[in-house]
């Protein structure tokens, strides 16, 4: 690996090699998501417990403060909303030259595999691995399942993730399932576990974070499930507790009901 694609990859995942980013990139498809209305304002307490952020190129020039930033995996492709009829046809919206500019540590791209337009969203991510090759900036792949969510299991995310990395991710996020070890132990490149919509309870977050972890994820890309938790901060210093600290679910649902009312 060349020393600036290692040097990137380093700024986002921390010398124990796990990771907590922080994506606020809901918009893109979603328009103001709740508790995104404005980013900054959500974003800035929660920080301190981020390795990086998930963000468009709009948000980021828009929304955050260049001298508080952490570093930024930038999302690059999109195209489509929530909306629409064909979701999963997204299309590289940003260019390397961009990243660039904007000193992105890492750039995201989503694939839809399964989809009509499969072809066109891996040929994407190939376009992308090598573009950031030339330039030694690292491609998360982000394994997008759309409305489908049924086909969050073992055996088809671990088909995506490992077709996202063959075609040169060096990082794919892709959804907790059950056997969640089957979809690490089949790609060769990091995963990362994304948060997919809120859930009901917080023990239901902490659980899925910490049977990840054990069986291989290196980190997390949490977003409604942080910030929208009525206590965020409380929220992401539980998850980085299980991320970065081995902590259990039950040691984070503690250190969540304490942080929420103040204890500690």
Not at 59 to 73: E, G, N, T
Not at 84 to 100: C, F, K, P, R, V
Not at 172 to 179: F, I, P, S
Not at 225 to 244: F, L
Request: net charge negative.
């Amino acid at each position: 690996m060349d020393w600036g694609m290692e040097n990137r990859l380093a700024q986002v995942i921390p010398s124990d090699g796990r990771c907590l980013f922080m994506p606020i990139d809901h918009g893109y498809f979603q328009g103001p998501t709740r508790n995104l209305e404005n980013p900054w304002n959500t974003l800035e307490p929660l920080l301190p417990y981020s390795d990086a952020v998930f963000v468009t190129r709009g948000v980021l020039r828009s929304c955050i403060v260049p001298a508080k930033s952490k570093p930024i995996v930038l999302r690059v492709s999109g195209g489509t909303s929530m909306v629409g009829d064909n979701l999963a046809n997204e299309g590289i919206t940003t260019s390397m030259e961009e990243a660039i500019r904007l000193n992105a540590s890492a750039v995201g791209i989503s694939v839809f595999i399964g989809s009509d337009y499969e072809k066109e969203n891996l040929l994407n991510l190939s376009s992308l691995v090598s573009e950031g090759e030339r330039y030694g900036i690292p491609v998360m792949a982000v394994t997008a399942v759309g409305r489908e969510l049924e086909k969050r299991d073992a055996r088809y995310l671990g088909l995506c993730c490992r077709i996202a990395a063959e075609l040169g991710a060096k990082v794919v996020k892709t959804y907790w399932c059950e056997e969640f070890d089957k979809v690490v132990d089949g790609c060769p490149v990091p995963v990362i576990m994304a948060g997919g919509p809120q859930v009901d309870t917080e023990r239901e977050v902490f659980d899925f974070v910490h049977d990840g972890m054990v069986r291989g994820a290196i980190g997390v890309n949490l977003g409604r499930n942080i910030w929208q938790n009525e206590a965020p901060v409380a929220m992401i210093r539980a998850i980085r507790y299980i991320v970065h600290e081995g902590g259990t679910a039950e040691e984070a649902d503690e250190l969540y009901q304490s942080a929420k009312t103040g204890v500690r």
